[in-house]
């Protein structure tokens, strides 16, 4: 049973504000939500990651509700570079992968 | 900075044969992962090491071993290759046994022909 859900893609402009949002109803209390990208044909990178209200850093900030059953990581002004995938992980002392959401930033 | 490392880039080999990818962590790193990617997959988790002992197991085929050694660089030793173990194979290192925050190498593109 996958921990995470999250859209299978999205598309969005240059300069737009995106919202990526990741349901995890089973998180345990020990779990840390955490965000990658993945580019076609490279490693995975570490974005940001989060225990509960609101983190911020020089890429994107992470949103968590204080039921901390979901998560949503917002880029802000993307442009077409920030294509790529992105993947929302739930764990304590794992990196376990699920379905990403392949984001397509158009001109 | 000093990334994760990985060799070789590229490597073709045809079935049944062996082969043995290289992974050099990040300096001060003692936990590695290795990942398998197949084409328009998810990586998948294959197994992982901290401290040169194995720490967690993922889907990796009886027909892999990996090892970390005391310079805490990793292989991942793949006989009696298949056509399905086409795909890229990561290597990532983390400071923190446990964590969830780990660096990526560029990976290994293994084709099997």
């Known amino acids: 049973l996958a921990k995470t859900t999250q859209p299978i893609s999205m598309d969005s402009y240059e300069g737009q504000e995106v919202n990526i949002t990741c349901s995890h109803n089973?998180?345990?209390?020990?779990?840390?939500i955490t965000w990658y990208q993945q580019f076609p044909s490279q490693g995975p990178r570490f974005i940001i990651q989060?225990?509960?209200t609101k983190v911020t850093n020089e890429v994107a900030s992470l949103f968590i509700p204080a039921d901390r059953k979901s998560s949503t990581l917002s880029l802000p002004r993307v442009s077409l570079s920030d294509t790529a995938v992105y993947y929302c992980l739930v764990e304590d002392d794992k990196i376990i992968f699920g379905k990403g959401t392949r984001l397509h930033i158009l001109p | 900075a000093a990334g994760v490392i990985q060799s070789p880039r590229h490597l073709i080999k045809e079935k049944r044969e062996t082969a043995t990818l290289k992974c050099y962590p990040i300096p001060r790193h003692d936990t590695v992962y290795w990942y398998q990617q197949g084409p328009g997959q998810d990586p998948q988790f294959l197994i992982s090491f901290y401290e040169k002992m194995q720490s967690d197991k993922g889907s990796i085929p009886d027909r892999f071993s990996a090892q970390q050694f005391s310079d805490y660089h990793s292989e991942l030793n793949m006989s009696s290759l298949e056509l399905g173990d086409s795909a890229l194979y990561f290597c990532?290192?983390?400071?923190?046994?446990?964590?969830?925050?780990?660096?990526f190498g560029q990976g290994t593109r293994l084709t099997v022909v």
């Open positions: 989060g225990y509960k």
């Open positions: 990532a290192s983390s400071p923190v046994v446990g964590g969830t925050e780990a660096f």
């Open positions: 089973n998180i345990a209390t020990n779990d840390y």
